[in-house]
């Protein structure tokens, strides 16, 4: 499975902007995927998930109500809608695909990665 992430770029506080991530591989509607980000000097974390038939998600808290992911099985293909911007929203984005067991908010519990993109909000 190979992911690319994509749409990242600069956007004021209170701005929106949305993340792609196009996943290669025919089970990619069997995957649970995921967004994280990483910070300068911050460990990776969880920012949301969507479970395969995009019916269940999760988010973290420091996002809900402002992120919403979702996919588009036919096309491959997982979002980030980022809504509200805040400048400690900045970091770089990955997305990531869980292909075995229940939803997991832990870095460990994906199984591919793709290459991140950066997302700066500016105060």
């Known amino acids: 499975v190979q992911l690319q992430a994509s749409g990242g770029g600069l956007v004021q506080a209170g701005g929106s902007l949305r993340l792609s991530c196009a996943a290669s591989?025919?089970?990619?509607?069997?995957?649970?995927m995921g967004w994280f980000r990483q910070a300068p000097g911050q460990e990776r974390e969880f920012v949301a998930a969507?479970?395969?038939?995009?019916?269940?998600?999760y988010y973290a808290d420091s996002v809900k109500g402002r992120f919403t992911i979702s996919r588009d099985n036919a096309k491959n293909t997982v979002y980030l809608q980022m809504n509200s911007a805040k400048p400690e929203d900045t970091a770089v984005y990955y997305c990531?695909?869980?292909?075995?067991?229940?939803?997991?908010?832990?870095?460990?519990?994906?199984?591919?990665w793709g290459q991140g993109t950066q997302v700066t909000v500016s105060s």
């Open positions: 969507i479970y395969w038939s995009g019916n269940i998600r």
């Open positions: 591989g025919r089970t990619f509607s069997n995957y649970i």
């Open positions: 990531a695909a869980r292909t075995s067991g229940p939803y997991s908010d832990k870095v460990a519990g994906y199984d591919y």
